[in-house]
């Protein structure tokens, strides 16, 4: 999966330090539901719960790596249920505000339709108002929103069909 800036390759074991860094960052990781990584030993385990994930047909994530530097950026995914898929991203607040988030949303929504996903579906907080721009530029339209009980979670849920 790629265009002509980005694209798309397996999680590697020698991307650990780059995904800590990424993921550690806590002003890039407000808007995802589990706190910032603390330790490296935290990115070792998120490789290997994708690993499982992956295996099991549960989850896929991707590494997105920028063409002209060959700099991991950030990571995708998408979980298949049925004929629908949901997708969630995270990119490193380096690459923020270069349009790089829609284009992976482009290409992600671009394979998913070519493998007969009849409905994409990505979910984002209320104060993550950038990650639902760059759905809407991508032609998702918002279709609900829903309130957590007991939790300051309020999430818009975004489908593409």
Do not use: C
């Amino acid at each position: 999966m790629e265009d002509d800036q980005l694209y798309f390759r397996e999680l590697l074991d020698t991307d650990v330090e780059r995904l800590f860094e990424i993921y550690s960052n806590a002003d890039a990781m407000k808007y995802r539901e589990t706190a910032p990584m603390k330790t490296m030993e935290d990115s070792y385990k998120m490789l290997e719960r994708d690993k499982e994930k992956k295996n099991s047909g549960y989850e896929f994530r991707f590494a997105v790596i920028e063409k002209s530097s060959q700099n991991l950026i950030g990571t995708i995914m998408y979980q298949p249920v049925h004929d629908k898929a949901i997708i969630g991203y995270s990119i490193d607040e380096k690459f923020w505000n270069k349009g790089y988030a829609t284009r992976m949303v482009k290409i992600i929504s671009n394979d998913l339709k070519s493998k007969k996903f009849m409905l994409i579906e990505a979910w984002v907080k209320k104060k993550n108002l950038a990650s639902g721009k760059v759905l809407e530029k991508n032609n998702f339209q918002l279709i609900s929103q829903t309130v957590y009980p007991n939790s300051n979670l309020f999430h818009l849920k975004f489908t593409y069909s």
